[in-house]
């Protein structure tokens, strides 16, 4: 009797199918009565021991390459697609690049989205990498580039990396004009204290006069000191 198709038998005086050795995993034996292992798996499959074809479907002995993998030929099993590469195709010998935007851990079929307060660089495999700089903050997702970081905005602030929105508003009795750090900005780029016949509310972006019929005669106010007493009159910024 011959040896079943995924086996083959190299000696002699064999007495029983069970003597008989399954096809090596990457290959295959396509015929009855062979003698030595088969080829090779085709490219874009695998096949795992004891296999009959040369690019198996859903069998137990082999199947297409899957995605977010890629198969060799004489691949005995799928190999996953490393860091920084994805595959979203099936019977595929390669993976690609992870595009801009995005990362790609080990095994990925589909990149995944770059969070928002991050961008993320062609090939990249983990999310925050690339976090926007202080005073800056990005509220969308997929970007790929710092110029997506926009400066902080007026009246707020952005006091660490990788915001998504601004920490909060600036303080009471300061302001800060655009991409400011800190709630009480001590660079005059990005802001300030409030000075004297000013106030400044919380989330000022710039010093407010004081009205006339009231006065604001200390630093940092976040409203007027009070109104003007009675037998004196203020005019705008008192």
């Known amino acids: 009797l011959a040896c079943p198709l995924?086996?083959?038998?190299?000696?002699?005086?064999?007495?029983?199918?069970t003597?008989?050795?399954?096809?090596?995993?990457?290959?295959?034996?396509p015929s009855l009565n062979m003698t030595d292992n088969g080829p090779e798996c085709d490219a874009g499959f695998y096949c795992t021991e004891a296999s009959m074809e040369a690019g198996p479907l859903g069998e137990t002995w082999g199947d297409e390459c899957p995605?977010?993998?890629f198969c060799l030929a004489g691949s005995g099993q799928p190999e996953a697609c490393p860091p920084g590469k994805y595959q979203n195709e099936t019977r595929q010998t390669s993976c690609r690049n992870c595009p801009q935007?995005?990362?790609?851990?080990?095994?990925?079929?589909?990149?995944?989205?770059?969070?928002?307060?991050?961008?993320c660089q062609a090939g990249q495999f983990e999310p925050y990498v690339w976090p926007c700089p202080i005073g800056t903050f990005n509220n969308l997702t997929e970007r790929f580039s710092v110029v997506s970081c926009v400066d902080c905005l007026p009246g707020m602030f952005c006091e660490i990396p990788g915001l998504s929105w601004p920490t909060d508003n600036c303080d009471g009795g300061w302001y800060c004009i655009l991409g400011s750090e800190h709630d009480r900005p001590g660079d005059p780029v990005q802001g300030g204290r409030c000075e004297p016949g000013y106030y400044c509310p919380n989330g000022s972006s710039a010093m407010v006069p004081c009205e006339p019929g009231s006065f604001c005669d200390a630093y940092e106010l976040s409203e007027p000191t009070g109104p003007c007493q009675s037998g004196f009159y203020c005019l705008l910024q008192s």
């Not at 003597?19 to 034996?29: I, L, Q, V």
């Not at 935007?101 to 961008?119: I, R």
């Open 67 to 69: 995605t977010g993998h």
């Open 6 to 17: 995924g086996t083959y038998g190299y000696s002699w005086g064999m007495q029983s199918v």
């Open 19 to 29: 003597e008989c050795t399954n096809c090596a995993t990457g290959h295959y034996c």
């Open 101 to 119: 935007g995005f990362y790609c851990p080990t095994n990925t079929s589909q990149p995944l989205s770059c969070p928002s307060g991050y961008y």
